[in-house]
């Protein structure tokens, strides 16, 4: 039986920002959290575009930063910077499979068919900081090349104390049902990743060797599934819960940001309500926020 501190909230990029994180902390206050991923080019150039390159993760719990990028010697600075900010553990992203990062910046889910530079990688962020080092990675590349063993090998060699597997290859990118293999004999414990979203699911990788899960999707629109996983219910509520997500992100981004950008949440949290689809419509035209909170209290009954 994995226990709450087993059970991962996965980095989501253009989801899991610390608005979000604020919420899911709230229903699971002891599930590890790991950021978007951050340019490590980025981070160390301070680029004041990107406002999580200056979050302080010193009253967030157990959450670690996730840094990508293809230089060894950058990625080992910007872990200094997010140890300094207060994260728990580095992981360095070895499995985003998008082209701006798998193909034209030589990052995320290239670092699967280089595995020199990888180990290079992982060898000066584990020796930069003094907090544990973990990777995420996928399969392989494609179906050819399923070598996700190999790297953790290579992971272990390096020093790296814990790696986290999605059940797809790069080429697969989300699409098709994840596989994950026994992962029984790995030198280092293993989390699975990948359609997980129940404790049948959670059970099922716990008998395939895997030491944790990692939820990712399927916090969409239910930052509680954490705890619900691990027992918890659902809350009577919602509407209350999606207000104080949209207060979070104003809180963070400033108004004009964070209307838009929240719209696709409230998306998330009406899904499969009755006349979801009108209120997302209504919601994609709205950028004051005052007007955004009467929908959302009208749509939940709150007025």
């Not at 000066?124 to 990675?137: D, F, L």
């Not at 414990?189 to 990788?205: C, F, H, L, Q, S």
């Not at 895997?210 to 999707?217: D, E, F, K, L, P």
């Not at 219910?233 to 999606?242: A, F, H, L």
Request: proline share 5%.
């Amino acid at each position: 039986m994995l226990y709450e501190n087993q059970i991962f909230a996965a980095p989501l990029a253009g989801i899991t920002d610390r608005p979000f994180r604020r919420i899911v902390r709230e229903f699971s206050p002891c599930a590890p959290m790991v950021t978007e991923m951050i340019s490590c080019h980025s981070l160390v150039g301070a680029h004041k575009n990107c406002l999580r390159n200056f979050d302080d993760y010193s009253d967030e719990g157990a959450v670690g930063a996730q840094i990508f990028g293809a230089d060894a010697d950058l990625m080992a600075d910007a872990a200094r910077i997010l140890q300094d900010s207060g994260a728990r553990w580095i992981d360095i992203n070895m499995g985003c499979p998008v082209p701006k990062v798998a193909t034209r910046a030589n990052a995320g889910a290239h670092l699967m068919r280089d595995h020199k530079l990888a180990g290079r990688i992982m060898k000066s962020v584990v020796g930069a900081v003094q907090i544990p080092v973990s990777i995420k990675t996928r399969l392989g590349w494609d179906d050819a090349h399923r070598d996700w063993r190999d790297l953790i090998d290579i992971a272990a060699d390096s020093g790296v104390k814990f790696a986290t597997l999605h059940g797809r290859t790069r080429a697969q990118l989300y699409l098709g049902p994840a596989v994950l293999p026994d992962v029984s004999d790995a030198p280092i414990p293993i989390v699975a990743n990948g359609d997980i979203k129940t404790a049948e699911d959670v059970k099922r990788v716990e008998e395939l060797g895997y030491s944790g899960a990692m939820v990712g999707r399927g916090m969409l629109g239910a930052p509680w599934i954490l705890s619900q996983i691990c027992g918890g219910m659902r809350p009577e509520n919602v509407g209350e819960i999606v207000l104080r997500h949209l207060e979070y992100a104003i809180e963070y981004y400033g108004e004009k940001t964070a209307v838009p950008m929240f719209r696709k949440h409230a998306a998330w949290y009406s899904a499969g309500m009755p006349n979801s689809s009108e209120f997302r419509i209504k919601v994609n035209q709205i950028a004051d926020a005052d007007v955004l909170k009467v929908a959302i209290r009208d749509f939940w009954g709150m007025i």
